[in-house]
Structure formats: structure tokens, C-alpha cells
């Protein structure tokens, strides 16, 4: 068996001592990774020999492609209400057209300057287009079913899940705790499938986020579906909504005319969370206003992967459609989740980023997928009106 360590980087909440976790079955790094509480949290390397998850899903992948032609690409089985229908919930693949120009990136007012938010600086994208949502457990279920794919979370057994969402059952098999951040336990069984854990399941949830899938999960259902991870700079694009030096993807205002635009924490955490906004834990892909791009919960809900590698240390100069560093160890994630608070995790603003390894998984950690041009068997039915 595979050993897996696990490390836990806590620098930059607010109320606690820059440290990182340790427990009996966790190592602890020296590296002050500035995180979030809403979870820097990674796996080892593997082996060298080890063929990873990604690897094996693409060779799953090409040899599916290639025996059958009538693989059911996202948009062949959506948008048809002739056929059966796969479930009672709406499909929820649409991708809008983003279309691209210059904004300014950045922020020079960070709020955690050691996350990299600043500088400033103007940033061109093309025109792309971007998921409406965050990909659901159905999406995800879609895919699963014609790929047969395996999660990395699967693969390792485990996965980081906050604890006070789970039962007294699973509770009670756990050895490990997070010295720093006892709401972060990794539980054994959790995955997709299992939010909570193996007593837990997605009844009543096939329209919330997937999540438990690490940036190389991301990456294969992307390119399954003809699409991709966005870059950093895209995302970022996307949730301004044409908006110049703003908080939000509607301003600066949290809750406009008194209504909650985004699932976020309230009360106090970790203890209480008073579900204010509509939801604990994560809410449907479909919730709260869209953004005037078209898109939903690009903050808040789940965090969400971006093609990047991370880095804090950006040029001030115009960039043309930047795609990050060459490598790095850890992706960017942006948006924030339904665990953050602003006293402790105010990252639910456009400018905020934080980082995990490629392989990490959490139950707060999510995607949606870009495209340059529609996926080939997308109909012009699947994807809205260009705002
Ligand atoms: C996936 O396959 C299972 C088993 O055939 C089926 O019950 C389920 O509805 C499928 N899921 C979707 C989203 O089509
Ligand atoms: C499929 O579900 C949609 C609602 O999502 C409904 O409008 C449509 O009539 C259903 N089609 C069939 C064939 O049952
Ligand atoms: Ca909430
Ligand atoms: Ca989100």
C-alpha cells in the first residue's frame, strides 16, 4: 500500500499562530505556505513507477475514443428532452460566451499580501467560453458512468473533510486530528461519492458541486467533456464581470438590497455555522443570482481550480493572456467556499487565491471547465445567449 502523508499549511489565518499541523499520522513541512483555512492541504509525491490517476484515465480515456464513436459527450446526451432522461435534474453544462478585453488583475490593497493578490496589473484575455456552474455531482456521475473513472481520492482512500459534518460513526474511527485546525480531519472512504465519509452519500445532493477531486480529476473530466481547466487570469476575468477594482463579481457590497449573493460562512467559525445565506455545506450549482456575465457561484460554494501553477510573485507589466509559471508544486484555486468567514478566511473576493497540491482533494474544492471554442458536439442550444 501506497503510504500517504499528508501536510497541512496554516500560515495566514488570522487568529492563529502561523504554524503548520502535525498529527500522529501527518508530517509537518517548514515551508509557511500562506493558506487558508479553507485548506492547503496535500498529499506526497508518489512513486516513481507509479502510473498516476491522470495517466491512467487518459489511456482509459484514448481507449474508450477509440473503440466507440457514440461516447456520450456531454452535450449529445443534454439539451435532448426526446431521449430518457438521465435524472430529474437539469443538465447544468451550459457554458456562456466570456468575451475577452483588459482588466486589471490584481489588487493593490490585499487583504493577504502573502497570498500574491497584488499588484495591480492590467491583463489581457481573449474571448473563452466558461461553465455557467460549477461542475456538479450529476456532470461528474456522466462522466464517471462512460469512463469508469477513478478519483485520486479514490485511489488514495482518503480525503480531507471538515469535521463537523460528519457522523458520530465516522467520528469515531478517526486517529487523526489537525493540531491547528481540528475542523480539517482526512477520513478514510471519503471521496465524490462520500462527502462525509463511507456512511455518507449524494441523495438529495446530485445538483451540489463535486467535490474530493484534485486538479488531475479536473483536468480528466475537462478534457472529457472537449473542454479545459481556465487559466488563472481567465477566471478572474470571468468573475469581475467587467467590473474595475471591485470585491465581488456585482461590487463591493456582501449582501446587496440585504440579499445573499453567495454561500459563504456565517456565525461563528468553526462552531457555528447559522446557514443565513440558505445553506451549510455546499448548496445546489444552480443557487443564489447570476453574475452579469451569466455565470453562478464562481465565489463562494466551492473553491475551484485553474490551470496554474502557483506563484506570489507577478510582474506589474501588461500581460497578454498569462498562463501562469512554467511549474510549480502547487495549482491555484480561487473563489472561496462555504467555509469561509471573513474572520479568517476572507477569500471570497475576485482578487483571492490560494493553492494546493495537484493531487489534494478537500469537501470544499471544486472546478469548472473553459473552452476556446464550444466543444464539436455542443448545440447552440446548450449554451446562453452572449450577455
Ligand atoms: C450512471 O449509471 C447508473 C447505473 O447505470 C445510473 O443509475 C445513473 O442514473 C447514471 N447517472 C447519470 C447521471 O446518468
Ligand atoms: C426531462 O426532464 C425535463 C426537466 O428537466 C423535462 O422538461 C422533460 O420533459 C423531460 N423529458 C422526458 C422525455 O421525460
Ligand atoms: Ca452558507
Ligand atoms: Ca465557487
Redesign the pocket.
Known sequence: MLRVTHVICFASLAYLVAATGETCDLTSTNEPTPSCGCGALKRKAKGKNEQSPLEKTVTILEEIMSKDENVPLFSE?SGDDSGQN??ELPRTNNMVLIKGGEFTMGTDTPVFVADGEGPARKVTVNQFYLDVHEVSN??F??F??ATKYRTEAESFGDSFVFDPLLSEETRKTLTQAVAVAPWWVPVKGADWRHPEGPDSNLIGR?DHPVVHVSWNDAVAYCQWAGKRLPTEAEWEFACRSGLHNRLYPWGNKLNPLEEHRMNIWQGNFPNEDTGEDGFKSTAPVTAFPSSSFGLKNMVGNVWEWTADWWTISHTGHQQDNPVGPETGTDKVKKGGSYMCHKSYCFRYRCAARSQNTPDSTAGNLGFRCAANTLPKAAGTTLVKDEL
Open positions: 446526451v438521465q435524472s450529476l456532470e456521475e456522466l464517471f458512468n446530485m
